[in-house]
């Protein structure tokens, strides 16, 4: 085997998929807990390009089980370690917002290039840089859109929606998605005032009027944004309000507050494993793997 891929217990199901689409084996990750916290992480087997999986949502204990694993894969054969991360954690803190912060950004993006040798990762919040190579320096760092993905999500939609990304940062995504179909696009302004506290405007709101609106960003965190979002466009006339992202990290209360807000349905990829996420990326991410020369063509 010159490529296997391995991947923790929350992710097999992905990974799987992923592993059928690359026409590789698959190999799951064990991880067992010491009393005092620590994890004691075991690969099966190892391949000369071995491929890690696993998302960095909730990703403190996370990195640390993939950096021991990197290094069980290296022990045992491996000349060349990739992740796939298909969500990538961190890269939203990309500035000190107040004095004394860590750049989480920036310091993770470099573990990772110290304990990887490539990196393929799903549209990654990269917000004052350009490219995620920027945030991960030395390897090759590969961001993927899931703008294909979400777009044939919507082309089965009876009614034409209008595409509301919440904030400027939406922006990219929000016209990537609505591109292939031809759709309206309107784009708000955000003030963040607290992790779940968010002001927002939308400029020509009016023609929400008696059309059904899909909000779209690439990450549902509190879901805060997308419920201010919300209250906005039904009192602008929106006749139905659904979600659409690249990645839901949002918990079963955090659902059940979108669910109450009246946004349904809330759809996103299974980038993010245990959510509500279930639009497919096995094929995204072997092209991917594929593109960065990690993969036979
Ligand atoms: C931030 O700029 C992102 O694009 C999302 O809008 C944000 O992370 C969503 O967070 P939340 O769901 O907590 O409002």
């Given at each position: 085997m010159s490529t296997g891929l391995f991947a923790f217990a929350e992710s097999l199901g992905p990974a799987q998929a992923l592993a059928q689409a690359a026409g590789l084996a698959c190999h799951a990750v064990e991880v067992s807990r010491f009393p005092d916290g620590e994890s004691l992480v075991r690969v099966p087997a190892s391949a000369p390009t071995a491929i890690l999986y696993r998302s960095l949502d909730h990703p403190n204990a996370k990195l640390i089980e993939l950096v021991l694993a990197a290094a069980a894969l290296r022990d045992g054969g491996a000349q060349r370690v990739v992740l796939v991360a298909p969500y990538l954690g961190?890269?939203?803190?990309?500035?000190?917002?107040?004095?004394?912060?860590?750049v989480s950004q920036k310091v993770i993006g470099a573990l990772l290039a110290d304990h990887f040798d490539g990196l393929v990762t799903i549209d990654p919040h990269l917000h004052r840089i350009a490219r995620l190579d920027e945030a991960v320096p030395r390897i090759p760092a590969l961001a993927l859109t899931a703008a294909p993905v979400l777009a044939k999500a919507l082309a089965g939609e009876a009614e034409r929606p209008v595409l509301i990304g919440p904030d400027s940062e939406s922006r990219p995504w929000v016209e990537a998605v609505a591109a292939p179909g031809g759709l309206d696009v309107l784009v708000g302004e955000k003030q963040r005032h607290g992790p779940r506290s968010v002001e927002i405007a939308i400029a020509?709101?009016?023609?929400?009027?008696g059309r059904p609106v899909v909000l779209v960003d690439d990450v549902i965190s509190s879901g805060g944004t997308m419920i201010a979002a919300a209250g906005l466009l039904r009192a602008a006339g929106a006749t139905r309000i659904s979600a659409l992202a690249t990645h839901c990290l949002a918990s079963p209360d955090d659902l059940a507050r979108l669910a109450s807000a009246?946004?349904?349905?809330v759809r996103a990829t299974?980038?993010?494993?245990?959510?509500a996420g279930s639009l497919p990326i096995a094929a995204l991410l072997a092209d991917g793997l594929r593109e960065g020369g990690w993969l036979r063509a």
């Amino acid at each position: 085997m010159s490529t296997g891929l391995f991947a923790f217990a929350e992710s097999l199901g992905p990974a799987q998929a992923l592993a059928q689409a690359a026409g590789l084996a698959c190999h799951a990750v064990e991880v067992s807990r010491f009393p005092d916290g620590e994890s004691l992480v075991r690969v099966p087997a190892s391949a000369p390009t071995a491929i890690l999986y696993r998302s960095l949502d909730h990703p403190n204990a996370k990195l640390i089980e993939l950096v021991l694993a990197a290094a069980a894969l290296r022990d045992g054969g491996a000349q060349r370690v990739v992740l796939v991360a298909p969500y990538l954690g961190y890269m939203r803190q990309d500035i000190a917002f107040r004095p004394g912060e860590a750049v989480s950004q920036k310091v993770i993006g470099a573990l990772l290039a110290d304990h990887f040798d490539g990196l393929v990762t799903i549209d990654p919040h990269l917000h004052r840089i350009a490219r995620l190579d920027e945030a991960v320096p030395r390897i090759p760092a590969l961001a993927l859109t899931a703008a294909p993905v979400l777009a044939k999500a919507l082309a089965g939609e009876a009614e034409r929606p209008v595409l509301i990304g919440p904030d400027s940062e939406s922006r990219p995504w929000v016209e990537a998605v609505a591109a292939p179909g031809g759709l309206d696009v309107l784009v708000g302004e955000k003030q963040r005032h607290g992790p779940r506290s968010v002001e927002i405007a939308i400029a020509g709101i009016e023609a929400v009027r008696g059309r059904p609106v899909v909000l779209v960003d690439d990450v549902i965190s509190s879901g805060g944004t997308m419920i201010a979002a919300a209250g906005l466009l039904r009192a602008a006339g929106a006749t139905r309000i659904s979600a659409l992202a690249t990645h839901c990290l949002a918990s079963p209360d955090d659902l059940a507050r979108l669910a109450s807000a009246g946004i349904a349905p809330v759809r996103a990829t299974c980038s993010v494993p245990g959510t509500a996420g279930s639009l497919p990326i096995a094929a995204l991410l072997a092209d991917g793997l594929r593109e960065g020369g990690w993969l036979r063509a």
